[in-house]
C-alpha cells in the first residue's frame, strides 16, 4: 500500500499551500485519514484527522490556518494551510490508520520563509 504526498515548497510567510495525498482507494475513506509533520530535530506532531464519518480535528494552533478535506473520486487526502508561518516549515506526511494497520506516505516539505 502506497501513499503519495505532494504540492509542498517555498512559500513566504503569510502565504497559502495546499497538499495533497493520494490513498488507495481500498482504505480511503472508511477509516481515519490524517496529516502529520516533522520538523529537522523535531518529534514527529500531528496536525489534522479527517474520521470516516466526515468529522475533523486539529492540533492546537493549526485550526483556523489549517483544513483538512477529502475527494472520494479522487481518493485523495488534502490540506490547504494558510496563513503560514516560518515554524511551519516541515515535512508534511499523510497517514491512513485502518483497524489493522498504519500507512504513511513519504512526505513533501513544506518551507516558509520569513
Known amino acids: 500500500v502506497q501513499l503519495q504526498a505532494f504540492g509542498g515548497g517555498l512559500v513566504q510567510a503569510g502565504g497559502s499551500l495546499g497538499l495533497s495525498c493520494v490513498i488507495p482507494?481500498?482504505?480511503?475513506?472508511?477509516?481515519?485519514m490524517a496529516w502529520y509533520r516533522q520538523a529537522p530535530g523535531k518529534q514527529r506532531e500531528w496536525v489534522a484527522s479527517?474520521?470516516?464519518?466526515?468529522?475533523?480535528d486539529y492540533a492546537v494552533g493549526m485550526k483556523g490556518r489549517y483544513t483538512i478535506s477529502g475527494d472520494n473520486a479522487k481518493n485523495t487526502l488534502y490540506l490547504q494551510m494558510n496563513g503560514l508561518k516560518p515554524e511551519d516549515t516541515a515535512l508534511y506526511l499523510c497517514?491512513?490508520?485502518?483497524?489493522?494497520?498504519?500507512?504513511w506516505g513519504q512526505g513533501t516539505q513544506v518551507t516558509v520563509s520569513s
Open positions: 497517514h491512513v490508520r485502518t483497524w489493522s494497520s498504519n500507512y
Open positions: 482507494r481500498s482504505i480511503f475513506n472508511r477509516n481515519t
Open positions: 479527517l474520521y470516516s464519518e466526515g468529522a475533523t
